[in-house]
T-cell receptor, first 114, second 114 residues
Framework: DAGVTQSPTHLIKTRGQQVTLRCSPK?????VSWYQQALGQGPQFIFQ???????QRGNFPDRFSGHQFPNYSSELNVNALLLGDSALYLC?????????????FGPGTRLTVL | AQSVTQPDIHITVSEGASLELRCNYS??????LFWYVQSPGQGLQLLLK??????LVQGIKGFEAEFKRSQSSFNLRKPSVHWSDAAEYFC????????????FGTGTRLTVIP
């Protein structure tokens, strides 16, 4: 059973460019969350997708957007990249429910903005 | 608002010695608390979680944590550290309002001396 997978592993972009990161959830999971982990920091919640809609959002600007597909996979898009967007981007999947369900994390995509 | 504080940025212990990593939380109700471990270049792995009930929680890899409501703490312990335990450790709490997102502390980096 494959866990959460993310692509690409590493990415280098320049300021002002746009980037798309991809995530495939663990089998059977229908909810995908994205987190940004800057160097030396803990992960910060960006947003969560369920039933192809953004269900909740953290304190991130509109430059950060996402999408969820019918097969539950998800994309994170960042426009007008800034140097401060350099980070490890983690995807987590879970099963929706009335109460909290464990999130399983992928290995992350390392984004470097030059 | 919820928050998590990990007072120790870096801890060094000798192999075979005991370990305690500190975590303090701020939360308006009974929190859902977690400890995750992150090895270099890896995603996050759940060590243990506390939702309710017994305040001493057992996890994987010989780790345990104790929830102390009076001290707003959820410290992670291990009686005898192995060299393979060297990693970054994150304490986290679930967001309020029925959300499924996690709020993480800034992490504690553990170095194990042979």
């Amino acid at each position: 059973d494959a866990g959460v997978t993310q692509s690409p592993t590493h990415l280098i972009k320049t300021r002002g460019q746009q980037v798309t990161l991809r995530c495939s959830p663990k089998s059977g999971h229908d909810t995908v969350s994205w987190y940004q982990q800057a160097l030396g920091q803990g992960p910060q919640f960006i947003f969560q997708y369920y039933e192809e809609e953004e269900r909740q959002r953290g304190n991130f600007p509109d430059r950060f957007s996402g999408h969820q597909f019918p097969n539950y996979s998800s994309e994170l898009n960042v426009n007008a990249l800034l140097l401060g967007d350099s980070a490890l981007y983690l995807c987590a999947s879970s099963l929706a429910g009335a109460s909290y369900n464990e999130q399983f994390f992928g290995p992350g995509t390392r984004l470097t903005v030059l | 608002a919820q928050s998590v504080t990990q007072p120790d940025i870096h801890i060094t212990v000798s192999e075979g010695a005991s370990l305690e990593l500190r975590c303090n939380y701020s939360y308006g109700a009974t929190p859902y608390l977690f400890w995750y471990v992150q090895s270099p270049g890896q995603g996050l792995q759940l060590l243990l979680k506390y939702f309710s009930g017994d305040t001493l929680v057992q996890g994987i890899k010989g780790f345990e944590a104790e929830f102390k409501r009076s001290q707003s703490s959820f410290n992670l312990r291990k009686p005898s550290v192995h060299w393979s335990d060297a990693a970054e450790y994150f304490c986290a709490v679930v967001g309020v309002g029925g959300a499924n997102n996690l709020f993480f502390g800034t992490g504690t980096r553990l170095t194990v001396i042979p």
